[in-house]
T-cell receptor, first 119, second 112 residues
C-alpha cells in the first residue's frame, strides 16, 4: 500500500514569495490534515478536510494561507506571501479507510513533510 | 487553556533498559490517547492507541498506561535497543471535537 506522498521535500524561498505544497493521501482515506511542525515542537493542526470540505480551518492564518482539496483526493496548501516565521516542516496526514486492524478510524498516516526555509 | 506536556528533557538510556516517557494533559476529556514515533526528517508513525476505559495496552516491547484521574499516560519501551532511538509524541483528541493535538515529544537515545 502506497503511503501519503508529499512534494516537494524541501523548498527554499525568499520572504514575500509564494509557495505551494502538494499532498496525495492514501487511497480511500476521506480525511486529510495539514499540520505545521516547528523545530523541537509537535505538529500543530492547520486544517482538516472531510472529502472536499474543510471542516476545521480555525487555526489556518487565512490572511496568507489557503488550501484546497479538489475532488476530495489530492490537496494543495499555499502561502502567499511567505514570511520568515513560516519556516517549518509542513506535514500532510490522512485517516480512514477500511484496512482493519487497530485504530483503523483514529490513527493518522503522515507523509514525510515539506521542509520550508524562508530567507 | 488545553495543554499536553511531555518530558522536556531528552532521555538517554543503556541498551536493554526500560525507557519510561510521560504525557500529562490539562483541560481535555479525551476519548483516547495515541503515541507516535518520529525519526529525523520523517513524519510521525502511529504506534499505539489507548481508550479512556482502558488502563493498559501492550504491543511487543511497548506498554502504555492511561490514568484519566491523574490525566496522565506513561509509555514504556522494555528491553530497549539502539533502533528505538527516536522522538516519541503523544496525541489527544477531545471527546467533543475531532482535532488531534500533539505534545512536543520526548527524544530517546539508546546507547549500545
Amino acid at each position: 500500500e502506497a503511503g501519503v506522498v508529499q512534494s516537494p521535500r524541501y523548498k527554499i524561498i525568499e520572504k514575500k514569495q509564494p509557495v505551494a505544497f502538494w499532498c496525495n493521501p492514501i487511497s480511500g482515506h476521506n480525511t486529510l490534515y495539514w499540520y505545521r511542525q516547528n523545530l523541537g515542537q509537535g505538529p500543530e493542526l492547520l486544517i482538516r478536510y472531510e472529502n472536499e470540505e474543510a471542516v476545521d480551518d480555525s487555526q489556518l492564518p487565512k490572511d496568507r494561507f489557503s488550501a484546497e482539496r479538489l475532488k476530495g483526493v489530492d490537496s494543495t496548501l499555499k502561502i502567499q506571501p511567505a514570511e520568515l516565521g513560516d519556516s517549518a516542516v509542513y506535514l500532510c496526514a490522512s485517516q480512514g479507510g477500511s484496512t482493519g486492524g487497530e485504530a483503523t478510524n483514529e490513527k493518522l498516516f503522515f507523509g514525510s513533510g515539506t521542509q520550508l526555509s524562508v530567507l | 487553556s488545553q495543554k499536553i506536556e511531555q518530558n522536556s528533557e531528552a532521555l538517554n538510556i543503556q541498551e536493554g533498559k526500560t525507557a519510561t516517557l510521560t504525557c500529562n494533559y490539562t483541560n481535555y476529556s479525551p476519548a483516547y490517547l495515541q503515541w507516535y514515533r518520529q525519526d529525523p526528517g520523517r513524519g510521525p508513525v502511529f504506534l499505539l492507541l489507548i481508550r479512556e476505559n482502558e488502563k493498559e495496552k501492550r504491543k511487543e516491547r511497548l506498554k502504555v498506561t492511561f490514568d484519566t484521574t491523574l490525566k496522565q499516560s506513561l509509555f514504556h519501551i522494555t528491553a530497549s535497543q539502539p533502533a528505538d532511538s527516536a522522538t516519541y509524541l503523544c496525541a489527544l483528541e477531545g471527546s467533543n471535537d475531532y482535532k488531534l493535538s500533539f505534545g512536543a515529544g520526548t527524544t530517546v537515545t539508546v546507547r549500545a
